[in-house]
């Protein structure tokens, strides 16, 4: 099984429309991350977690918000989704137990959003 | 502002030659920097990793370098395959401790048999 799974891997919605990607993680890892991916703009960080009580924005935050239900599980969702939020979102966990100075990232497969 | 650059958007090497990418940075002190692959349609997987006191580190046919004077990091496929094929990633540290990554746009690299 995946260590880092991701629900739905595609979605087609309206402009308008509430929308929640889902991501659970099986690697016991503290910290997780949301990102998006537009061609020629690279990855780039939604809002991030380092545990059920701590939750940050990131770069571009505006039109999102999440939910960190447990440990292993954090949901981001579109409020009110609007065409230019049409990307692939990838979530990310990492483990604190490692230290500053390491930090790898463990992506999940990914989600292809598209906003009609 | 701070600016991550990775040089080429798109690299074509021919198999068995040595593949170098570039990533250069501006306005940042990273603790660490970081490579990742790419392959369409997937999520990215770590590589490698280099603080900031590391001058190289290597791993298999992969080696890295951090030059923080210059603010850049080269990474090297030496003998390059078909198999190497894909976009590769360079990433940096940031924020508050340091557990954040800033990644690059990233280069795609094509290993022509």
């Known amino acids: 099984d995946a260590d880092v799974t991701q629900t739905p891997r595609n979605r087609i919605t309206k402009t308008g429309k509430r929308i929640m990607l889902e991501c659970s993680q099986t690697k016991g890892h503290d910290r997780m991350y949301w990102y998006r991916q537009d061609p020629g703009l690279g990855l780039r960080l939604i809002y991030y977690?380092?545990?059920?009580?701590?939750?940050n924005k990131g770069e571009i935050s505006d039109g999102y918000s999440v939910s960190r239900q447990a440990q292993a599980k954090f949901s981001l969702s579109l409020e009110s989704a609007i065409p230019n939020q049409t990307a692939l979102y990838f979530c990310?966990?990492?483990?604190?137990?490692?230290?500053?100075?390491?930090?790898?990232?463990?992506f999940g497969p990914g989600t292809r959003l598209t906003v009609l | 502002s701070q600016k991550i650059e990775q040089n080429s958007e798109a690299l074509n090497i021919q198999e068995g030659k040595t593949a170098t990418l570039t990533c250069n940075y501006t306005?940042?002190?990273?603790?660490?920097l970081q490579w990742y692959r790419q392959d369409p349609g997937r999520g990215p997987v770590f590589l490698l990793l280099?603080?900031?006191?590391?001058k190289e580190k290597r791993k298999e046919r992969l080696k890295v370098t951090f030059d923080t004077t210059l603010k850049q990091s080269l990474f090297h496929i030496t003998a390059s395959q078909p198999a190497d094929s894909a976009t590769y990633l360079c990433?940096?540290?940031?924020?508050?401790?340091?557990?954040?990554?800033?990644f690059g746009k990233g280069t795609k690299l094509s290993v022509i048999p």
């Open positions: 280099i603080r900031e006191n590391e």
């Open positions: 306005n940042y002190s990273p603790a660490y």
């Open positions: 990310a966990t990492s483990d604190r137990a490692t230290g500053q100075g390491r930090n790898e990232q463990f």
């Open positions: 990433a940096l540290s940031s924020g508050a401790g340091s557990y954040q990554l800033t």
């Open positions: 977690s380092f545990d059920v009580k701590d939750i």
